[in-house]
Structure formats: structure tokens, C-alpha cells
């Protein structure tokens, strides 16, 4: 039985991209485009996986440096499709199966490549019908409705520019047939034209060779991404894809259209996103969970019960059950909040853990801290935990009560029970119970006049329309 080799052509620089990032690297549901190709060829039973690179190519291995299983192909010098394949057949057995396929078609379906690996002709070609054909070659097919050749587009005649059926790019074939007909169609010496692998298919049926014709049913997913407008495009289809999979898994999504996964879900009964949520790296979700509008999760785990409010911010963070975030509200890397914890708008969690109850209802900021069961930090509270050189330590206790406008200068540690007055600056541990303030004594000035502005004498000074004057 053959074995099945891959080629997948990498090698392009993208040029209409206007990037300094290879073609392939371009994101697409916050993964490179190649990603995305490699994961439909690993459900193949492939041999070996050979990758064609050329522009970008320390960029493109590296990105891929952890897969061991890819054979790099330095193509140097581009010269074609011809000459890509031609590069990567050298390291291909005589008696295996070749399918060819394309870095930036990352949509593509297994279905359609299996089709192609699987067709007992020498020689499958993957099609596709569309509207509108223009930019791409077309499959030419004789009276018979077999196929003579494929025609590229800038050398289409009329006749044959009106063709709707278009190639794909993707091919199978034998490898010793591909060699030799890779070598019938080597452009000479000197000359300006690319090597297409597409001229194969002529060769071939010169040969009298037959050429299986595989349609691909959806268009849209074999086209390959040529720039940003294209990829835009393949994004939404790509997101409309994931929206309709986690919704038929049980997901309530206010509006598909405006729902971005650009890493992995998982949720359980009864989860709810309005618009505009986005989702980066791994997001676990409980029961009944339910997100805010223009709400952004990267690497975060939020447990049953737990409520984010609109446009707050989760990143490599936790929540308890039960636990509320926002609005506006950013929990950072190590932000650890226990069960009905309570964090507000413009809060701000950074490596701290807040235990069961907590709440810091609005303008605060907690980093590098333990706040303690059922304490309450008032608003403007922040602990001072950098020195300019080192982090610090904050131990906030339970049902400790944080004043207003309060500055904890870590490390320090505030007691069990203990009460620090609005507007302190604390630098010094408080004991369980205890009252801690810093206030200067009030003063009060009975009598007093405000300035009053003095007659303008045409000298210049300040404008006496400015705010604040």
C-alpha cells in the first residue's frame, strides 16, 4: 500500500500582506495561518510532513520549533510552484502517495484533501466552483468533460477566462509520475517564466494519463489568503464556524457575529456571552456563568456562578463561584478571587488573592497581596507594593475595614478586624482590632476671604477665561 507523503508550500512572501510578517505567520483566530494547515494535515495518515520555506524561514521554524515531525525544505531562491514541489519530492520514497497543499489556505476541509489522497488516478486536482473566477486558474475540460489542463489566469484567453470552475492549487499524485512530469514542464534556461506545477496536468494527459477532478463544496474554504481583506474575510468564517459549534454544544451567545475565539473553550451548563466578548489562550467557564458586553479572557478559569460585567479585563487569573468582576474592571496574572468575592469598576488585581467575601467595590488597586474573608477596601485604596526596585507584601485580614483614599505601604500587614481611617498612609503592621490612622489634624480658618482678582492694567497675565483661574 502507498504511503502518503505531504508537500506544503510555504515559501511565499505575501507581498500584497505589506507585512514584515512571512504570509504564513499572519494570524487567523489568533493562530499563524500555517497552524491552522498543519492541524488539518495531522488528520491524515501521512508518512511525512515536508514544508516548503523560503522568505521568513527562521521566523516560520521557529514558530513551529517544538514540532519534530516536520521536514524543512529550504526552496532558497523561489522559482515557482513547480520548483517548490520539485525541491521537496528529493526527499520523497519512489512508491509514495504526494498531496500538495498551500500554507495559506488554512480553512481548507480534511474532506476535500482526503478526497484528493485517495483517488486512484496518477494524477487528482481539487476544484471549485465560483462566481466570480477572476485571479484564478482555470480547469479546462475537453468535450468529454475530462480535464485537459489548467490555464493561469493572466494567460487565460476570453473563452477560457469565462471558465467558473477554478483550481484550488491542491493536487495528489505519484511521486515518480510527479517527477517526471515536473520535468517535462521545467521552464529552459534563461527564461522568464515560472515553473507551474500546474502545467503537470497537461503533461500528464499528453501521456494519456487520466486526471481525477475532486470538487470541493465550499468555496469559500478552499481560496487561498493573498491579503489583509482575504483574511479578514476567512477570520469571520472562521469565527462563524466556532460560534455555531459551541452554540450546538449548549453555549447562549448574544450575537454569533460578534463573538471572537482566538484560543480553546470550555464551559458548562447554562453559559452566557453577550457581544463582543473575545477569548485568548485557554478559558475554562463553570455553570452559569455569564459574561458582559466587550468583555476580553486570556488564560483565565472562572467557576460556577461567577459573573464578569461589561468591558473587564481577565487575564491568567481566577474566580471563585459565585464571584462578580467589573465593569471595567482588569484582573491580572495571579489574581485569585474566592468564592462571592465582589471586585468593581476601575479595580485593578494583580497577583493577589482575595478570600471569600472580599470586596474592593471601585478604584483600588490590590497587587502582590492577601486580602482576608470578608474585609472591604474603599475606594481609592492601593497597596504600595513596589519600591522602585523590589515587590512587596500586603497581608490585608478578615473583615479588616480599609478606609477611602488609603495607602498601604507594603510589606505591611493589617490585622484581623482592624479599621484603617479614610485618606492614611500605613507603613506599619496594624493589630487585630485595632484603629489606624494618619490624618493631620483638621483646621479650620473662620473669617477667611477667597483672593479676589486684581483690575486688569493691560499687562500680560494669565487668561481670565482659563478654567480654573
Not at 522559482?79 to 512508491?95: F, I, K, N, S
Not at 504526494?98 to 478526497?115: F, H, K, M, Q, S
Not at 454544544?249 to 451548563?269: I, K, S, V
Not at 457581544?275 to 475554562?284: D, R, Y
Amino acid at each position: 500500500m502507498e504511503t502518503l507523503h505531504l508537500i506544503i508550500l510555504a515559501a511565499g512572501k505575501g507581498t500584497r500582506m505589506r507585512s514584515a510578517l512571512p504570509k504564513v505567520l499572519q494570524p487567523l483566530g489568533g493562530r499563524p495561518m500555517l497552524a491552522h494547515v498543519l492541524e488539518r494535515a495531522d488528520a491524515l495518515p501521512a508518512e511525512a510532513r515536508h514544508v516548503v520555506v523560503s522568505h521568513g524561514r527562521q521566523a516560520v521554524e521557529g514558530e513551529f520549533a517544538s514540532r519534530q515531525d516536520i521536514h524543512w525544505v529550504d526552496q532558497g531562491h523561489p522559482g515557482g510552484t513547480g520548483h517548490a514541489v520539485a525541491r521537496a519530492l528529493e526527499a520523497v520514497p519512489d512508491g509514495a502517495r504526494v498531496l500538495v497543499l498551500y500554507g495559506d489556505v488554512p480553512r481548507i476541509p480534511v474532506a476535500d484533501l482526503e478526497g484528493c489522497a485517495r483517488a486512484r488516478e496518477s494524477l487528482a486536482v481539487l476544484g471549485t466552483r465560483v462566481a466570480d473566477p477572476r485571479g484564478y486558474g482555470r480547469l479546462i475540460e475537453d468535450a468529454q468533460g475530462n480535464l485537459e489542463c489548467i490555464v493561469e489566469d493572466k494567460e487565460a484567453s476570453a473563452s477560457e477566462a469565462a471558465v467558473t470552475r477554478i483550481n484550488t492549487g491542491v493536487l495528489a499524485g505519484d511521486a515518480v509520475a510527479l517527477r517526471r512530469w515536473l520535468g517535462a514542464c521545467e521552464p529552459a534556461a534563461g527564461s522568464e517564466r515560472e515553473w507551474y506545477l500546474t502545467d503537470v496536468v497537461a503533461v500528464a494527459r499528453g501521456e494519456g494519463q487520466s486526471v481525477a477532478l475532486v470538487d470541493s463544496e465550499d468555496p469559500d474554504a478552499v481560496l487561498g489568503v493573498n491579503d489583509r481583506a482575504q483574511l479578514a474575510v476567512q477570520e469571520r468564517l472562521l469565527q462563524r464556524d466556532i460560534a455555531e459549534k459551541y452554540m450546538r454544544e449548549g453555549l447562549a451567545l448574544a450575537d454569533p457575529a460578534r463573538f471572537d475565539c482566538r484560543g480553546t473553550l470550555q464551559f458548562g451548563q447554562d453559559c452566557g456571552l453577550d457581544v463582543n466578548v473575545v477569548l485568548e489562550g485557554t478559558v475554562v467557564l463553570g455553570d452559569d456563568v455569564k459574561i458582559g458586553p466587550g468583555c476580553v479572557l486570556r488564560d483565565c478559569r472562572i467557576a460556577s456562578g461567577a459573573r464578569l460585567q461589561p468591558y473587564t479585563v481577565v487575564e491568567g487569573a481566577r474566580l471563585g463561584e459565585r464571584a462578580e468582576a467589573g465593569p471595567f474592571a482588569r484582573l491580572r496574572p495571579g489574581a485569585d478571587l474566592a468564592e462571592d468575592v465582589r471586585v468593581g469598576n476601575f479595580v485593578e488585581v494583580k497577583n493577589a488573592r482575595l478570600d471569600s467575601g472580599a470586596k474592593a467595590n471601585h478604584l483600588a488597586y490590590v497587587g502582590d497581596a492577601r486580602v482576608g474573608a470578608g474585609a472591604n477596601l474603599g475606594a481609592g485604596t492601593i497597596t504600595c507594593n513596589y519600591d522602585g526596585a523590589n515587590k512587596h507584601h500586603t497581608e490585608i485580614g478578615a473583615d479588616a475595614f480599609i478606609g477611602s483614599n488609603t495607602a498601604l505601604v507594603a510589606p505591611v500587614t493589617i490585622g484581623a478586624g482592624a479599621t484603617v481611617g479614610a485618606g492614611s498612609t500605613i507603613s506599619r503592621d496594624v493589630p487585630d482590632g485595632a484603629l489606624a490612622l494618619t490624618r493631620a489634624p483638621a483646621r479650620t480658618v473662620e473669617g477667611w476671604q477667597r483672593p479676589a482678582r486684581q483690575p486688569d492694567s493691560g499687562a500680560a497675565g494669565p487668561n481670565p477665561t482659563k478654567s480654573g483661574d
